[in-house]
């Protein structure tokens, strides 16, 4: 069956780079996506990818996809503590007239001084 | 700009009572409208997802149902609470029938729903 795993936890000190990792097993996904929570707060969409690229960047976020691994990737340069949150991976594909996506546990960013 | 609301924020209800939480969303028509769930720690369950007016699907068996009224207005509900329903509960909605192209979601605030 679908399914998204992502590690649960990473500590970074400011201004170092900070990668969160993903795998997915829809090989059929046609997006991929990163989402960031704020606590207390509704999902909001950093970035997203079109499963035939293999990289895209957004000023400080650099997203790589290894589609032959189902292995996706967020890297986030001169993190801020303001980039504290939980980041959600997502696979989505079609299903049904709508687009279902499937989520990761999400991963905690704490960054520290 | 479309926009999306959910209310009430946060709710604390006894084991037993009815539920009802609504979204809306502003500034789109036809669009596509999902029920999440958020569990203390953990991603986000599907509940329900609509394509339109009264056409509701279902993703999990549980003690909850959703309707949808109107076009931008979709409702999560239930009869009787139970302890396990606590979480934060998240609506989201993406463009509807079309044939292809990204179809990110968009998330309203949330509400924190707590059981006792």
């Known amino acids: 069956g679908e399914d998204v795993e992502q590690s649960l936890f990473l500590s970074v000190r400011e201004g170092d780079s900070s990668v969160i990792n993903c795998t997915y097993t829809?090989?059929?996904?046609?997006?991929l996506y990163w989402y960031k929570q704020e606590p207390g707060a509704g999902l909001q969409l950093l970035t997203y990818?079109?499963?035939?690229?293999d990289m895209k960047q957004d000023q400080r976020l650099t997203v790589l996809l290894n589609k032959k691994d189902k292995h996706l990737s967020l890297r986030i340069a001169d993190t801020q503590t303001g980039d504290s949150a939980i980041y959600f991976c997502?696979?989505?594909?079609?299903?049904?007239?709508?687009?279902?996506?499937?989520f990761g546990a999400g991963t905690r960013l704490a960054v520290h001084p | 700009s479309q926009t999306i609301h959910q209310w009430p924020a946060t709710l604390v209800q006894p084991v037993g009572s009815p539920l009802s939480l609504e979204c809306t969303v502003e500034?789109?028509?036809?669009?596509?409208l999902y029920w999440y769930r958020q569990a203390a720690g953990r991603g986000l369950q599907l509940l329900f997802y609509?394509?339109?007016?009264?056409?509701i699907s279902s993703e999990v068996p549980q003690n909850l149902s959703a309707s949808r009224p109107q076009d931008r207005q979709f409702i999560l509900s239930s009869k009787k609470l139970l302890l396990s329903d606590s979480g934060f509960y998240l609506c989201?909605?993406?463009?509807?029938?079309?044939?292809?192209?990204?179809?990110?979601?968009?998330f309203g605030p949330g509400t924190r729903l707590t059981v006792l």
């Open positions: 989201a909605w993406s463009v509807g029938r079309t044939s292809g192209g990204n179809k990110e979601q968009f």
């Open positions: 829809d090989s059929s996904s046609t997006y």
């Open positions: 990818i079109f499963s035939n690229m």
């Open positions: 997502a696979e989505g594909s079609l299903s049904g007239g709508y687009n279902k996506l499937i």
């Open positions: 500034g789109t028509s036809n669009p596509n």
């Open positions: 609509s394509i339109g007016i009264d056409q």
